[in-house]
T-cell receptor, first 113, second 110 residues
Framework: GAGVSQSPRYKVAKRGQDVALRCDPI?????LFWYQQALGQGPEFLTY????????KSGLPSDRFFAERPEGSVSTLKIQRTQQEDSAVYLC???????????FGPGTRLTVT | EDQVTQSPEALRLQEGESSSLNCSYT??????LFWYRQDPGKGPEFLFT???AGEEKEKERLKATLTKKESFLHITAPKPEDSATYLC???????????FGKGTMLLVSP
């Protein structure tokens, strides 16, 4: 079946612009996670949803970052007033339940100029 | 705070030259240890989950083992297509999020 998909794959934003990154999880997967991966580093947790409920947002670096999953399926990660330090790959992952293995999408590479 | 340290940072092997990658961890109650493979420009690809010390899992040329403080990913007779970054992650009892190490970049030359 289809895996996790993310769009856009690449995004270039000017500093100060708002961006929205989309994640389509595997059908039927209850849990959805967002990670940020800097070059040469492992993914770092941002936020976690179980169905439509955002159960953990402790990894969001600032109040400029906002995530939602209104119908318990597709999720959007929004970054307001982008800064250069926001440049990274943003990965989305989904799993059947919170303790099952997570399956990752291809990521969105965000470059803030 | 959960911590994961992977070594070496990079490893270059000749085709057929077996070796091991290390993942050391500290976590407040291990729920599971995960190994992922990541190719350039792609998301991590799930390989294995290990739950308890002494557990081993195999897939083709890869074998993952787990002790109370570390995990090893053994690569037997690697091929060039095994070249990738291998990521280790831990999941603690209380939280369901993964804490990743920085990864080991493996290059297998023909």
């Amino acid at each position: 079946g289809a895996g996790v998909s993310q769009s856009p794959r690449y995004k270039v934003a000017k500093r100060g612009q708002d961006v929205a990154l989309r994640c389509d999880p595997i059908s039927g997967h209850v849990s959805l996670f967002w990670y940020q991966q800097a070059l040469g580093q492992g993914p770092e947790f941002l936020t976690y949803f179980q169905n439509e409920a955002q159960l953990d947002k402790s990894g969001l670096p600032s109040d400029r970052f906002f995530a939602e999953r209104p119908e318990g399926s597709v999720s959007t990660l929004k970054i307001q007033r982008t800064q250069q330090e926001d440049s990274a790959v943003y990965l989305c992952a989904s799993s059947l339940s919170s303790f099952d293995e997570q399956y990752f999408g291809p990521g969105t590479r965000l470059t803030v100029t | 705070e959960d911590q994961v340290t992977q070594s070496p940072e990079a490893l270059r092997l000749q085709e057929g030259e077996s070796s091991s990658l290390n993942c050391s961890y500290t976590v407040s109650g291990l729920r599971g240890l995960f190994w992922y493979r990541q190719d350039p420009g792609k998301g991590p690809e799930f390989l294995f989950t290990l739950y308890s010390a002494g557990e081993e899992k195999e897939k083709e040329r890869l074998k993952a083992t787990l002790t109370k403080k570390e995990s090893f990913l053994h690569i037997t007779a690697p091929k060039p297509e095994d070249s990738a970054t291998y990521l280790c992650a831990v999941q603690a009892n209380v939280y369901s999020t993964l804490t990743f190490g920085k990864g080991t970049m493996l290059l297998v030359s023909p």
